[in-house]
């Protein structure tokens, strides 16, 4: 196991060294599964641990995260918990299981099991290995289903023929790890994506399952690749019914990577971007805002991500509208643009082929975005304003005037203030 951890980070060894630890007390067997496996393989970065034991995995979690002081999640349900680390390494373990379908694209139920039980259960033959971590097994990769040989000869592949049946989420996974490294999905395997996608196994699925397999495609760094071949293989039905991806689409999902590029360069320090909303937004872009808000609905997005996506269908054209006319003043650019999140600025950044336009974006985010005035209530006080609700009134045109160039220090907004408030 030795040559395999060579290439990682000091707290990915420990924690390793830790899991091995804690399963010799426990007398009990442990491995690293999954896509970590497969990672350390293709000496791929992978931040997300993956932990199998043939045994108690809840309780070899708790005990796992009172070592670490880490919170800890269980999933009593599936016998697995999750740990979240202050680095951002990610700690799944789970108890060696069996999983049995009730029906299609149901969630399985689970029933104990050994390793070999737990590793049927996966999508794919890359996605199956393990390494041993204590007893008999340390240090030894073990490969029921040949992935290191798929590895090779870049396969994907899955390990039995209702695969897609069973979960028609691996459908998306499937696309997401074939564009991701450049892999076949092999002749037999995609046999089956296609005769899940013309039963249209996707529609069938909880949406929210959908939701979490369709992010990850869209943060991928290959995502139009993805998109196209997502179209290619099953198409957006089981987003919307009336979605397509146009040319127009393909154009903008372009343009959209550009200023995703161009804004993290130019603004390293700023918050984080959600570059998967964008893309989101650019693949919804054609549909109709009663269909988005279904979207947003059906696949429960986050009350802040399902805003994003909604201001920016409602705005764009407005503002592109408003944007395009000559000789727009600082303030107005501010007062569009301010509002809307630096995502949905961007996509209308990246539709708009109006330099005027994107000068003015762009000028927003260098001089005007976050701008504020340095006078506060208790100056007004000092000046003799009693306080009421024309405050804000005050307020609203000392910024207007320091956006527009006309003042800029605080001495020039309390003479500002005193030339237009009448004593």
Same mark, same amino acid.
């Given at each position: 196991?030795?040559?395999?951890?060579?290439?990682?980070?000091?707290?990915?060894?420990?924690?390793?060294?830790?899991?091995?630890?804690?399963?010799?007390?426990?007398?009990?067997?442990?491995?690293?599964?999954?896509?970590?496996?497969?990672?350390?393989?293709?000496?791929?970065?992978?931040?997300?641990?993956?932990?199998?034991?043939?045994?108690?995995?809840?309780?070899?979690?708790?005990?796992?995260?009172?070592?670490?002081?880490?919170?800890?999640?269980?999933?009593?349900?599936?016998?697995?918990?999750?740990?979240?680390?202050?680095?951002?390494?990610?700690?799944?373990?789970?108890?060696?299981?069996?999983?049995?379908?009730?029906?299609?694209?149901?969630?399985?139920?689970?029933?104990?099991?050994?390793?070999?039980?737990?590793?049927?259960?996966?999508?794919?033959?890359?996605?199956?290995?393990?390494?041993?971590?204590?007893?008999?097994?340390?240090?030894?990769?073990?490969?029921?289903?040949?992935?290191?040989?798929?590895?090779?000869?870049?396969?994907?592949?899955?390990?039995?023929?209702?695969?897609?049946?069973?979960?028609?989420?691996?459908?998306?996974?499937?696309?997401?790890?074939?564009?991701?490294?450049?892999?076949?999905?092999?002749?037999?395997?995609?046999?089956?994506?296609?005769?899940?996608?013309?039963?249209?196994?996707?529609?069938?699925?909880?949406?929210?399952?959908?939701?979490?397999?369709?992010?990850?495609?869209?943060?991928?760094?290959?995502?139009?690749?993805?998109?196209?071949?997502?179209?290619?293989?099953?198409?957006?039905?089981?987003?919307?019914?009336?979605?397509?991806?146009?040319?127009?689409?393909?154009?903008?999902?372009?343009?959209?990577?550009? *200023?995703?590029?161009?804004? @993290?360069?130019?603004?390293? +320090?700023?918050? =984080?971007?959600? &570059?998967?909303?964008?893309?989101?937004? $650019?693949?919804?872009?054609?549909?109709?805002?009663?269909?988005?808000?279904?979207?947003?609905?059906?696949?429960?997005?986050?009350?802040?991500?399902?805003?994003?996506?909604?201001?920016?269908?409602?705005?764009?054209?407005?503002?592109?509208?408003?944007?395009?006319?000559?000789?727009?003043?600082?303030?107005?650019?501010?007062?569009?643009?301010?509002?809307?999140?630096?995502?949905?600025?961007?996509?209308?950044?990246?539709?708009?082929?109006?330099?005027?336009?994107?000068?003015?974006?762009?000028?927003?985010?260098?001089?005007?975005?976050?701008?504020?005035?340095?006078?506060?209530?208790?100056?007004?006080?000092?000046?003799?304003?009693?306080?009421?609700?024309?405050? *804000?009134?005050?307020?609203? @045109?000392?910024?207007?005037? +320091?956006?527009? =160039?006309?003042? &800029?220090?605080?001495?020039?907004?309390? $003479?500002?203030?005193?030339?237009?408030?009448?004593?």
């Amino acid at each position: 196991m030795k040559n395999y951890l060579n290439g990682l980070n000091r707290e990915l060894k420990q924690l390793i060294l830790l899991a091995q630890s804690i399963a010799l007390e426990q007398g009990i067997s442990a491995y690293l599964v999954g896509g970590f496996v497969r990672d350390l393989i293709l000496k791929a970065k992978n931040l997300d641990l993956d932990i199998v034991v043939e045994g108690n995995g809840i309780k070899f979690a708790e005990e796992f995260s009172c070592r670490l002081g880490a919170k800890l999640i269980r999933h009593k349900r599936f016998a697995t918990a999750t740990l979240i680390l202050r680095s951002g390494i990610k700690l799944d373990i789970a108890s060696a299981r069996k999983e049995f379908y009730p029906k299609p694209a149901a969630l399985p139920q689970v029933i104990p099991g050994n390793l070999r039980d737990d590793s049927y259960r996966r999508d794919f033959s890359i996605n199956a290995m393990a390494i041993g971590l204590s007893g008999k097994d340390a240090g030894r990769l073990i490969d029921y289903f040949h992935g290191q040989e798929d590895l090779r000869s870049k396969k994907i592949r899955i390990l039995h023929s209702l695969s897609f049946i069973d979960d028609p989420t691996r459908i998306l996974r499937a696309i997401r790890f074939e564009q991701r490294y450049n892999f076949k999905i092999e002749p037999d395997t995609l046999k089956n994506l296609k005769k899940a996608a013309r039963l249209k196994m996707l529609e069938k699925t909880e949406p929210q399952r959908l939701r979490d397999e369709l992010i990850p495609v869209l943060k991928e760094k290959t995502v139009l690749k993805q998109i196209k071949r997502l179209r290619e293989l099953v198409g957006f039905a089981f987003i919307n019914k009336r979605l397509l991806l146009s040319p127009k689409n393909r154009v903008l999902f372009k343009a959209a990577e550009s *200023q995703i590029n161009w804004f @993290k360069k130019t603004y390293p +320090k700023r918050r =984080g971007l959600d &570059s998967w909303l964008i893309y989101f937004m $650019a693949l919804l872009d054609s549909l109709a805002t009663r269909d988005i808000k279904s979207v947003c609905r059906r696949f429960a997005f986050r009350k802040g991500e399902a805003k994003r996506i909604l201001n920016y269908k409602q705005s764009n054209r407005v503002i592109m509208g408003e944007l395009h006319r000559s000789q727009v003043k600082p303030a107005k650019i501010f007062s569009l643009l301010e509002p809307l999140s630096y995502e949905a600025i961007l996509l209308i950044k990246a539709k708009s082929k109006d330099k005027k336009i994107n000068k003015y974006i762009a000028d927003f985010f260098k001089i005007y975005n976050g701008m504020c005035i340095s006078v506060s209530g208790d100056d007004l006080r000092k000046l003799g304003i009693l306080p009421g609700p024309y405050y *804000q009134g005050i307020f609203a @045109k000392i910024l207007q005037a +320091k956006l527009n =160039g006309k003042i &800029s220090t605080k001495e020039q907004e309390l $003479a500002f203030i005193k030339k237009i408030y009448r004593y």
